[in-house]
């Protein structure tokens, strides 16, 4: 019961407002039909039945006189001789909603009028179109049926009599029995007529509203779906999205906030921006004063520890008693500490700052970095497929595409646990896009990993959200697409023009920062 519940209201809430306002309309109107539907059979019910009642009145007041008529001068006979004058005489009034029949010796019943001379066959033989049977089971009432006995008390008297009981008369001679039977038929083909005439202009009219709202509530909801498309603009950090005023009150109201909106979270990223690119730079500056320190002051120390350490050894190697054997093997211990310091050291350097970028090509740093994580995690395989043509693009570019490179794969294999890490750059060249607009050239780094991807409620951290400044700052974009237990996959672009889009972003910021 709880899956088809959810079933339908995902059903349900994935359709758009116009729909389901549609939808909503739609079903008001079928149950305003059904309830207009179930009145109508009921009067028309009711209508029928005293229609036929009264018209079965009638044809009773018209038997006796047309019976009293056939023989006015007082000789009667039965009246099954006279059944052909006194069918003519009866088909001469047009009678409506009842049918009149001659009772013979045999018990049979001879027709003798129709329900009216227009009416004198079956519905499909005079070219009306028969309702179907369950509207005429619906509205056909009980069908009533009176038989009329003509007797006469005294044969010497001339008195006739018509009676529905003719034992009330006493003892008496039957000359014959005429039978009214209600015939609503053709009451019933009108009602059809009129309800299906209704229906079809119910359904005329139904469609006609149908149509004008979905285009009234389409020109009514555009205004909210172009906020929808600005909301999902301003989540890809398009802050410069505005939306025009609609005409409508409330939707205007909407269009204005989201606009202040958008100001104030373009006013709030340019700070943003300013503010890494401040942290980024006071960031790259420690590390180089750090960097500069270690390789300055701790290269030299460590260099002149593993020099004493020799000089140390050598003189020990001079004498072979148990101190000076114990002496080497310190002297072993103490140079193998120191390899391992110096090689912290380098490792160091390079993350905090690589020495050999902007004096070597791009690719061979990033190769050497590559194969350097490859060797400090040996249980993870690292490819890496490096195509460009220029040896540098800038020191910020490069920098960026370095700090990339590092935080991605670390991430990779410290987060994801990948067992396969891939590390492609290449170039792009410039092109049109199909509506026409011109795409720069750009440099496109794309890290992908095996490993068991990101969850939607994981946290951004600090080394992610400093890597996007910097790809951001230079005019690039930044995108992370995973999927649970299926990876995940870093796409970076910058511009190959980095550095103008660099100087057009700090002038916008200024200018930003100003208003």
Known sequence: MQVLKTGWQKLWYGRTIRTQLLVVIGVINLCALAIAGVVTIYNARHATKVEVSASMELAKQFVEATIRSVEPDGRYGLLSRKVTQLSEQLQLAQLRHVRIYMANAAGGLTPMAATGTVRSGPLEQVGESAPPAWFAALVTPEIETSALNVIQPDPTSGHLMVTERPEQAGKVWTLGTVVIQGAPEDEIAEV??????????????????????????GRVLDPLAAIARGMSQLEDGQYATRLPRPRLVELGALADRFNFLAEALGRARAENARLYEQLITVQEDERREVASELHDEASPCLFGITANAFSIDQLAGKRNDRRTSEIKGHVSEILKITEHLKAMNRVLLKKLRPIALGKI???????????????????????????????????????????????????????????LVQVHLRENAAAVSRDGTPLPATVQLTISDDGRGISADTQVGFGMTVMRERIHALGGNCVIQTAPSQGATLKVIVPREASEKLAQHNNQTEIEMHQ
């Not at 079809?200 to 469609?207: H, V």
């Open 192 to 217: 059809w007529e009129d309800v299906s005439s209704l229906f079809l202009l119910w359904l005329l009219l139904d469609a006609a509203m149908l149509m004008v709202l979905y285009l009234l509530l």
């Open 361 to 419: 090509p791009i690719a061979d740093a990033l190769t050497d970095l590559t194969n350097e994580l490859a060797q400090r995690f040996p249980d993870v395989e690292i490819d890496h497929a490096i195509h460009v043509e220029a040896s540098s693009y800038g020191e910020k570019v490069d920098l960026a595409l370095y700090r990339c490179v590092q935080e991605g794969v670390t991430n990779a294999i410290r987060h994801g646990r990948a067992e």
